[in-house]
């Protein structure tokens, strides 16, 4: 029995690219068309020595072809989430991209 699919499309945003520490991130994956299922959100932060290195994943729901989080970076550097759409019986999977955050302490005279 064959089982069609809607192909859908994701894309991962974050409110704006730079922030002061412990200001709270809005993380947001956008699916089309505007479908309801579970998504995956990865965080990473830049490491230096290291590269990128886990730090958290959050699971929310998509509903209505929206799923968000808000996020605060424990420290300072540079941040990035990796957002996909996990698919169900009647919609399938999408990788919604990268997006980036900046976390710096703001400058004084």
């Known amino acids: 029995r064959r089982l ?4 859908t499309r994701s894309d991962m ?16 994956l956008r699916v089309t068309p505007a479908v309801d299922g579970p998504a995956t ?3 990473e932060r830049f490491d230096p ?3 990128w290195l886990f730090h958290t994943t959050f699971r929310p729901d998509v509903r209505a072809g929206r799923a968000a989080v808000s996020f605060r970076p424990p420290a300072v550097g540079r941040w990035r989430v990796t ?6 019986r009647r919609a399938a999977p999408s990788e919604g991209g990268t997006a980036h955050v900046k976390v710096e302490e703001p400058l004084e005279d």
């Open 13 to 28: 945003s974050v409110s704006s690219g730079t922030f002061p520490p412990g200001a709270a991130v809005s993380l947001e």
């Open 83 to 88: 957002g996909s759409f996990e698919g169900t």
């Open 41 to 43: 959100m990865r965080v």
């Open 49 to 51: 020595l290291a590269g």
């Open 4 to 7: 069609a699919r809607v192909i």
